[in-house]
């Protein structure tokens, strides 16, 4: 997987919204404060009072007394608040007081974060307005804004020239507030930086998702691929790199003239048994960095010491031995389990179009094919059904329109009732991609979910691993759970294949999500 961190791949226009409702805003503003630190205090919260301003903004649009004035002095009226470093973790909503005489109906709003320095894009938002007489409050729901996390390190605002009358803003204030978002999102951690895993002897690692278990101990083990080898370690769910075990084995069973990079991933134990088996992502190379990805299944009775090849279950809606011309990724074959059936999902590619797919096999079926090292049949989802093979099979694209397919992992809320879909989506405004989050009822469906990033970032972000903290669970997460993800140190640009730069910059990081 080391041949591709990264796809350009679409999203999904995302706009702030008029909310009509109450907001949790109020403990930012003025109380009894006074004086130049108590200003500085409440910029810190996220509060913004432009009577009190007067010096600090650049821009066009005059401040005073009343506040920010729009009017026609200007050809377009704006301002600029920068050098501010605003804590704005757990808040979603902007809460305006403003007065418009004019006939502007809208106002927009710009941001730029500590972690995104990357103007317009996604961090505009164009705010609705209406004719008002007098002060009066407006409240826009920034939740599907991609980026609007964490600290805010400069806001803007901009009008056209009004033909008349005039737009007064008294102050902006970032509180928690309504939303259709349910998750809390705490900023990113560095977890191992490339020096700390060298150290380890596991510099380039992890190339994709992970893959834990308990063993009969109690102990969890993490698996991984390291350029087409194999890592276990012992850890936590807080320190999953803790103790390594080995860095240095690869899948048996495998024909590496046929697939010359095997990696393995999640990990399923089976009931009543020392077995555990993982989705297997195999590589068909053509030379010059192309590949076509097949996905297998392999083995362990060892737990976890040595992996071998069951056999190839899920490839593409196109012929995998043929040279396209570019590479056709298939991801890790990440899996989701219930009672029911087994679901693999995958990158898949047709001639008509990509997106990601979902196998299935009945969980019973799967379990008995394992036992009898024999290779169980998958069904992938096509047209709402579940005839096709996993083996060049039509499919549906399980993701909404307008997202490109990437590596992701899925799992199942007990607090909310609901799946997460956790995938790496080119939002837009976003200078490289960056991981985002899907919520549904079917973990088949999540064509009407709407999209949230999970942490805005200026360089990318990839394999997204999720566990839980209590449990240490890849497929069922409870009130609080650990997101651990690679990112990038440095513009894709300016990486341009080189693989030192990219490992040397690449940060593993984890992020730590909770469920109120």
């Given at each position: 997987?080391?041949?591709?961190w990264?796809?350009?791949?679409g999203g ?7 909310l009509?409702?109450l907001?949790a ?9 006074s004086?130049g ?6 910029l ?9 301003l007067?010096g600090r903004?650049t821009g066009?649009a005059s401040?005073g007394?009343?506040g920010?004035?729009?009017?026609s002095s200007?050809?377009t009226?704006s301002?600029t608040?920068?050098d501010?470093s605003?804590d704005?973790?757990g808040?979603?909503q902007l809460?305006?007081?403003l007065?418009n ?9 710009t941001?730029?974060?500590a972690?995104?320095?990357q ?10 307005l209406?004719?008002t007489?007098?002060?009066q409050e407006?409240?826009v729901?920034m939740?599907e804004?991609?980026g ?19 737009l007064?803003?008294r102050s902006?204030?970032?509180c928690k507030g309504?939303s259709?978002f ?6 990113p ?6 020096q700390q895993?060298s150290?380890k002897?596991?510099?380039h690692?992890p190339?994709?998702?992970l ?15 390291l350029?087409g080898?194999?890592?276990l370690s ?5 320190d999953p790199?803790?103790?390594?075990i ?6 048996q069973?495998v024909?590496?003239?046929k697939?010359p990079y095997?990696s393995?991933a ?5 009931p009543?048994?020392d077995i ?9 190379q053509f030379?010059n960095?192309v590949?076509?990805?097949v ?5 362990s009775t060892d737990?976890?010491?040595t992996w ?12 995998y031995q043929t ?5 056709h990724?298939?991801?890790n ?11 693999i999902y995958a ?9 990601l797919?979902v196998s299935?096999c009945p969980t019973?079926e799967?379990?008995?094919?394992i036992?009898?090292n024999r290779v169980?049949e ?6 709402g059904?579940?005839?096709e093979?996993?083996?060049?099979g039509r499919f549906?694209?399980i ?5 490109g397919a990437?590596f992701a ?5 007990t607090?909310?009732?609901q799946?997460?879909l956790?995938m ?6 976003a200078?490289e ?5 899907y919520i549904s009822d079917?973990p ?17 972000q990839?394999?997204?691993?999720v566990v839980?903290a209590?449990?240490?669970?890849q497929?069922e997460v409870g009130d609080?759970f650990?997101?651990?993800?690679g990112?990038l ?9 080189d693989?030192l730069l990219f490992?040397?910059?690449n940060v ?8 109120p």
């Open positions: 997987m080391r041949h591709r990264m796809h350009r791949i999904l226009l995302l706009a702030g919204t008029l009509l409702g907001s805003c109020g403990d930012n503003g003025p109380g009894k404060e004086g630190d108590a200003a500085e205090e409440q810190a919260r996220g509060y913004f009072d432009f009577t009190r007067s903004t066009s401040v007394k009343e920010a004035v729009f009017d200007a050809r009226p301002l608040l920068g501010i605003a704005i973790t808040k979603n809460k305006l007081l007065k005489t004019s006939d502007l109906d809208t106002l927009t709003f941001f730029l974060t972690s995104d320095t103007p317009g894009g996604g961090k505009t938002v164009a705010i609705p209406t004719k007489e007098d002060f407006v409240l729901d939740s804004v991609y609007f996390l964490f600290t805010l390190t400069e806001i803007g605002l901009e009008t056209a020239a009004p033909a008349s009358g005039e007064v803003i902006l204030e970032v309504e259709s349910p998750l809390s999102l705490a900023p951690e560095p977890y191992l930086t490339f895993r150290a002897g596991i510099a690692y190339d994709g998702l893959g834990f278990w308990k063993n009969p101990e109690g102990k969890l083990l993490f698996v991984g691929s350029m080898k194999l890592v012992e850890g936590t769910p807080e790199f803790a103790t390594v080995y860095n240095d084995r690869r899948v069973n024909d590496y003239a697939y095997a393995i999640q990990v399923i134990r089976v009543d048994s555990l088996v993982s989705p297997t992502h195999l590589e068909y030379g960095a590949f076509n990805g996905l297998g299944l392999s083995v737990q976890g010491q071998s090849l069951l056999g190839e279950i899920i490839s593409h809606d196109l012929d040279n396209w011309g570019y590479s990724d298939i991801g074959g990440e899996m989701y389990i219930d009672d029911e059936f087994v679901y990158i898949d590619h047709g001639e008509n179009q990509s997106g797919s299935r019973s799967f379990y008995t094919a036992k009898e169980p998958f069904h992938k989802k096509f047209n059904e579940w005839t093979p996993g083996m060049g549906d694209p993701q909404p329109a307008g997202v990437n992992q899925v799992v199942y809320s607090k909310l009732d799946y997460l956790f790496t989506t080119q939002f837009p405004g200078a991609a960056a991981i985002g989050v079917d088949t469906d999540f064509t009407q979910s709407k999209g949230y990033a999970v942490s805005p970032s200026m360089n990318g990839q394999y997204p691993t839980d209590a449990t240490g669970s497929f609080t650990y997101l651990y993800y990112q140190g440095l513009p894709w640009k300016e990486i341009q294949g693989w490992w040397g910059s593993y990081t984890r992020q730590t999500i909770s469920i």
